[in-house]
């Protein structure tokens, strides 16, 4: 490690951001091309994208899983037990009331944590449901297409967010290099996660 | 003064799982959609849909199809062909179809997969008025929709087809119909889901009774009334 530089994620983690940041990308654009009337007519072949983006889907979750099980699973169990658990200065960070220093995951951060996995969660039911609905009606409710749209535009303004706040915004946009490269800066670790154990 | 640092002596707070309320919450809530999402999403959509047909997002339109591309409309070589068991067959162009009576709606349109758009405005020419100069036979009780999208076709019988807003349409919204809803003429029969309301319509039969269209052979009901088909209402 660089003198200066103290790790944030390590690869196991990393490779849970990313492949779950591709997975979701592969399935907005398939998906955009299924939803958006101009798209359809542009790219046409609707069956065989329609197929993609079921597979993509299912590929997307069960390679996540993949990464969870062959990867460092204790390391991601502390991490998500991390993730789980609210202290009472995450409770100031969210109401604005003296926020002092914050762990490795400031509120924000758990809160997108748990919206991002139970949008998996909903995302995959309701396009298994979908899938499977369009051959037995047995799996066929009317508000399906509602919940899976729903979850489109819920997990967009998630979405923009954290680009906003991991590519543009000038204090936080450090953080992309955890998430790159493992390792960030020990001197803005200290500014935006002084609670937090670098182990240094 | 509180201290607010946990674990520091005065108040030591205990941590709290709230993540996992957050994720369990979220899926909860999510799931419990599929039994009331369509209704607050029907009230949503119509208070937003001017600011979103503005932004030109979501006409709430989806463009299903079952072929690799599109039927591309030439109108000087268009031709509807009306025939099965008729007198007279027909073939008509574009400028012949549009010159029969007319007639105008404004109704909903459903899909199977739960989607509806409402207030669309159409114009074309009722099925009475369209078969007139065939001169259907006695024995024919139905109508087959032969698509230029291929292998697409479906099937009305008379009966439903003469329901008084059903027809064939080459207008909507106040244009001719685009190429993705079918150009030049679809079927409009808003009181069944939107895989009968057949779209790039190339022929139109007069057959004795329907047969097996093409989503009925996955599994789809032949009639498919809204609300009353397809696993819904029943």
């Known amino acids: 490690m660089k003198p200066g530089y103290v790790r944030r994620f390590s690869k196991s983690e990393r490779a849970v951001h990313w492949v779950n940041a591709l997975g979701f990308f592969f399935l907005l654009a398939t998906g955009l091309i299924l939803y958006l009337p101009r798209l359809s007519v542009a790219v046409g072949r609707r069956q065989f994208i329609q197929e993609i983006h079921f597979w993509g889907g299912v590929g997307w979750v069960a390679s996540l899983l993949i990464v969870a099980v062959l990867g460092d699973r204790r390391g991601l169990l502390r991490t998500a037990r991390e993730l789980d658990v609210f202290e009472r200065e995450d409770v100031n960070w969210l109401s604005g009331r003296r926020p002092r220093g914050q762990a490795r995951f400031n509120a924000g951060q758990k809160i997108n944590a748990a919206l991002n996995a139970a949008f998996m969660v909903l995302f995959l039911v309701s396009g298994l449901l979908l899938w499977f609905g369009e051959q037995d009606t047995r799996f066929r409710f009317a508000s399906t297409v509602v919940l899976h749209d729903g979850l489109l535009y819920a997990s967009l303004a998630l979405l923009l967010g954290h680009l906003y706040l991991s590519l543009i915004h000038p204090t936080t946009r450090h953080a992309l290099r955890g998430m790159v490269l493992g390792t960030v800066r020990e001197d803005w670790a200290r500014r935006h996660h002084a609670r937090w154990d670098t182990g240094e | ?234």
């Open chain 2, 1 to 234: 003064m509180d201290d607010l640092t946990p674990g520091s002596a005065g108040e030591p707070v205990a941590p709290r799982r709230i993540g996992r309320g957050v994720f369990l919450g979220t899926v909860v809530g999510g799931l419990s959609s599929l039994w009331w999402g369509q209704a607050v999403w029907g009230g949503v959509s119509k208070a937003v849909s001017p600011v979103a047909s503005v932004l030109g997002l979501g006409s709430g339109w989806r463009i299903y199809t079952v072929a690799a591309s599109m039927p591309v409309f030439e109108p000087r070589t268009w031709r509807l062909k009306i025939g099965g068991m008729v007198a007279r067959p027909q073939e008509l162009s574009y400028h012949e179809l549009r010159a029969l009576p007319q007639a105008r709606q404004t109704s909903v349109f459903h899909c199977v997969t739960g989607w509806t758009v409402n207030g669309v405005e159409w114009r074309g020419v009722r099925f009475k008025d369209l078969l007139a100069a065939a001169k259907p036979l006695p024995g024919a009780h139905a109508l087959e929709f032969v698509s230029a999208e291929k292998p697409y076709v479906d099937y009305l019988t008379l009966e439903q087809a003469m329901l008084p807003d059903v027809m064939l349409a080459w207008e909507m919204g106040g244009q001719p119909i685009l190429q993705e809803h079918g150009a030049p003429v679809r079927v409009v029969i808003p009181e069944m889901y939107g895989y009968k309301n057949v779209k790039w319509v190339a022929e139109v039969n007069l057959v004795r009774r329907p047969e097996v269209g093409y989503w009925e052979q996955y599994g789809y009901d032949n009639d498919a009334w809204v609300g009353r088909s397809n696993g819904y209402g029943l």
